[in-house]
């Protein structure tokens, strides 16, 4: 990741004026370290975390959960949920399918051109279709 300071926040300035959201000192840091090199990512709140302080930013947890938590409602990242109590938060907004890491604990990209689907079950009345989430589960042999 790259250091927020870099790059004056402009990409993370950009990135957050994209969803509405006000550009404020420690949102603006952590966007930057989420999109200021142009990369997606896949992160934790505790990864983001010790990223900032990495780069020597004072920045709660709390915040760091809140703020990501913000970016997911302003359409700008993705949660997505590997098991009950671990979330992961992706900066690629399109629907594809992800590999989880179960050695790492490491989220990545899967190829999407690659997955198919026969079919989908029906739907309960008076319900649509929000969105499929794919995590395929990896251990290393």
């Given at each position: 990741?790259?250091?927020?300071?870099?790059?004056?926040?402009?990409?993370?300035?950009?990135?957050?004026?994209?969803?509405?959201?006000?550009?404020?000192?420690?949102?603006?840091?952590?966007?930057?370290?989420?999109?200021?090199?142009?990369?997606?990512?896949?992160?934790?709140?505790?990864?983001?975390?010790?990223?900032?302080?990495?780069?020597?930013?004072?920045?709660?947890?709390?915040?760091v959960y809140n703020t990501l938590r913000a970016f997911c409602e302003a359409g700008l990242m993705q949660e997505v949920v590997v098991d009950g109590a671990k979330s992961y938060?992706?900066?690629?907004?399109?629907?594809?399918?992800?590999?989880?890491?179960?050695?790492?604990?490491?989220?990545?990209?899967?190829?999407?051109?690659?997955?198919?689907?026969?079919?989908?079950?029906?739907?309960?009345?008076?319900?649509?279709?929000?969105?499929?989430?794919?995590?395929?589960?990896?251990?290393?042999?």
């Amino acid at each position: 990741m790259t250091h927020p300071q870099a790059d004056q926040g402009r990409q993370g300035a950009t990135w957050l004026m994209r969803g509405g959201l006000r550009p404020t000192r420690q949102r603006l840091v952590l966007a930057d370290l989420l999109v200021g090199d142009g990369c997606h990512r896949h992160v934790t709140a505790e990864s983001l975390f010790a990223a900032a302080e990495g780069c020597g930013e004072r920045v709660s947890l709390a915040t760091v959960y809140n703020t990501l938590r913000a970016f997911c409602e302003a359409g700008l990242m993705q949660e997505v949920v590997v098991d009950g109590a671990k979330s992961y938060f992706d900066t690629r907004m399109d629907d594809h399918p992800h590999f989880f890491w179960e050695d790492t604990g490491t989220l990545t990209d899967a190829p999407a051109e690659q997955l198919a689907f026969a079919r989908l079950p029906d739907l309960p009345e008076g319900t649509e279709l929000a969105r499929v989430d794919v995590v395929i589960r990896l251990r290393r042999v």
